[in-house]
């Protein structure tokens, strides 16, 4: 897939979510184990396709700043291109300098292929900085793999 395309497969379509969506965005991310706070359906886009909800993602909002979050594609549906689809469609419809965290080298490689860099949580906002600063101390306690990156504009 060429990263710089901004492509739908035929058959699925992007949206904002409704508060009909909920049920199943929480489904989504309970399923990929994902953080299960802060799911508001007012942050949220999704994919679906052939009537079903595919894909789902969301912007959560702080002062100065946003949080891609809560980006999973349903397991019948991966591969296929969605994931990179809404990336890239929720860094265009970011209004404020973006940041996210994932665990493990896998997933950071994945975002990087979209623009984000690693920053440390020195540089972050400080609006992120109480959020972050937590997972980055559970990355320290518990030896997680957490990776915290700003999306970099015109990378
Ligand atoms: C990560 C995820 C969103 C990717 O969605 P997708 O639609 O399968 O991805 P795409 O088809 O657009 O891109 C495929 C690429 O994603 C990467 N990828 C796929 N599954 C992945 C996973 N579980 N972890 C990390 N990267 C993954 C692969 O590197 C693959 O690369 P390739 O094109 O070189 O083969 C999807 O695997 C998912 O929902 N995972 C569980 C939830 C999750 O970890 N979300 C991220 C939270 S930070």
């Given at each position: 897939?060429?990263?710089?395309?901004?492509?739908?497969?035929?058959?699925?379509?992007?949206?904002?979510?409704?508060?009909?969506?909920?049920?199943?965005?929480?489904?989504?991310?309970?399923?990929?184990?994902?953080?299960?706070?802060?799911?508001?359906?007012?942050?949220?886009?999704?994919?679906?396709?052939?009537?079903?909800?595919?894909?789902?993602?969301?912007?959560?909002?702080?002062?100065?700043?946003?949080?891609?979050?809560?980006?999973?594609?349903?397991?019948?549906?991966?591969?296929?291109?969605?994931?990179?689809?809404?990336?890239?469609?929720?860094?265009?419809?970011?209004?404020?300098?973006?940041?996210?965290?994932?665990?493990?080298?896998?997933?950071?490689?994945?975002?990087?292929?979209?623009?984000?860099?690693?920053?440390?949580?020195?540089?972050?906002?400080?609006?992120?900085?109480?959020?972050?600063?937590?997972s980055q101390l559970a990355?320290?306690?518990?030896?997680?793999?957490?990776?915290?990156?700003?999306?970099?504009?015109?990378f």
């Amino acid at each position: 897939m060429n990263e710089n395309s901004l492509e739908l497969q035929s058959g699925c379509a992007v949206r904002p979510a409704s508060e009909q969506d909920m049920k199943s965005i929480r489904r989504l991310v309970w399923s990929a184990k994902l953080d299960p706070t802060q799911l508001r359906w007012e942050q949220f886009w999704v994919i679906e396709c052939e009537g079903k909800l595919a894909a789902c993602g969301q912007l959560r909002n702080f002062a100065g700043a946003q949080e891609l979050g809560s980006l999973v594609v349903a397991k019948d549906w991966r591969d296929r291109g969605l994931g990179s689809y809404l990336t890239k469609y929720l860094i265009q419809q970011a209004t404020e300098p973006l940041y996210l965290e994932c665990l493990g080298s896998r997933l950071a490689s994945f975002y990087t292929r979209f623009g984000f860099t690693e920053v440390s949580v020195q540089e972050l906002p400080q609006s992120l900085k109480f959020k972050f600063g937590l997972s980055q101390l559970a990355k320290t306690l518990f030896r997680i793999p957490v990776t915290i990156m700003q999306y970099q504009a015109g990378f």
